[in-house]
């Protein structure tokens, strides 16, 4: 069993961060996406080189142990001067050649014990694209209309990002915060049950895909369920998961059935598919209960989002 009691009011004060315009990087990023989205790939015989696209499967360790979320399938980079400093040892790599690179894990690894110390890299090589890039001014065009006003609309959909990027990390500070001042204890159990569920779901059936022995596999999905930063994620996000069913039943909130399927309207209009074929689909995967249960989360955390305050640039704001 577990218990959660909340603080005597659910009346969260919050300083928020500036809400900051789009900055040269963001925009430079979001151009060389771009870039991406429109070129054009082919595959080459010869090996690798600069400017090429290169699809690998990954997979790292450290001290004999493989790092959680480094195993990948169909990974892909593109080889550009001035990007990632140890992409110059993918150049000169040719489809289906398998090549171990040894590269020191940075200093804000998440992982303290790790942070400079080598990791081994397991690559293996799948394809090699020429690629064609149009001109950043013709990617923009493109995308959102020539001149001025497609710069201006490029500066105007990244300035919506931020703004939605802002206000769900209001909403997340504001869950976080009443979760910290609540009292909450759960089985331990719990906890190893979430991780190895998303070691399912992540890891593991790539490593399955590879033929690793059961004990191979086993060693891995440990590593996976105790490796400190994953636990201390995991904790915090069932701790907040807790609070908030608390609060929809001291509030009495209940998703019917009308509110259920009126939030799954737009999935279907984005699958192009009707309602009731999508939810015959996410029944057949079991999915229909936690997609309830998160949405129901949401509305708890709107709940406590009405009765927050906010502190923002010298002004308070009561979020009703």
């Keep these: ?86 992409w110059e040892q993918l150049t000169g790599l040719k489809a289906g050649e398998k090549r171990t690179l040894n590269l020191p894990l940075p200093a804000d690894h998440p992982h303290v014990p790790w942070r400079g110390q080598n990791a081994h890299y397991q690559l293996h090589v799948r394809r090699i694209e020429a690629v064609s890039l149009p001109t950043p001014e013709a990617a923009i065009t493109q995308a959102y209309g020539p001149g001025e006003e497609g710069q201006r609309q490029l500066l105007d959909t990244l300035q919506q990002q931020n703004e939605r990027s802002w206000r769900q990390y209001i909403r997340l500070q504001v869950g976080q915060t009443l979760t910290e001042h609540s009292q909450i204890d759960y089985p331990s159990e719990w906890l190893d049950q979430q991780l190895s ?39 915090a996000s069932l701790r907040m998961a807790l609070v908030l069913r608390e609060v929809a039943q001291q509030a009495g909130l209940i998703l019917d059935k009308a509110q259920f399927e009126a939030q799954l309207q737009p999935l279907a209009q984005a699958l192009q598919a009707p309602l009731p074929r999508v939810l015959k689909r996410l029944q057949s995967e079991q999915a229909l209960v936690p997609i309830a249960d998160q949405i129901l989360l949401e509305q708890a955390l709107s709940h406590v989002m009405a009765q927050a305050t906010l502190h923002y640039q010298d002004q308070t704001y009561a979020l009703r």
């Design 197 to 235: 569920q998303s070691w399912e779901q992540t890891d593991g059936p790539l490593l399955k895909a590879r033929k690793m022995l059961p004990q191979e596999l086993e060693a891995a999905r440990q590593g996976f369920i105790h490796y400190p930063p994953l636990r201390a994620a995991a904790d």
């Design 1 to 86: 069993m577990h218990s959660v009691t909340l603080p005597p009011t659910l009346a969260v004060t919050l300083n928020a961060p500036e809400l900051l315009p789009p900055s040269q990087a963001q925009i430079q990023a979001h151009v060389e996406a771009l870039l991406l989205a429109q070129a054009t790939y082919r595959p080459v015989p010869r090996a690798s080189q600069w400017g090429d696209r290169i699809t690998l499967d990954t997979l790292a360790t450290c001290e004999g142990q493989i790092i959680p979320a480094s195993v990948g399938q169909g990974m892909q980079l593109l080889l550009q001067p001035g990007g990632e400093a140890w």
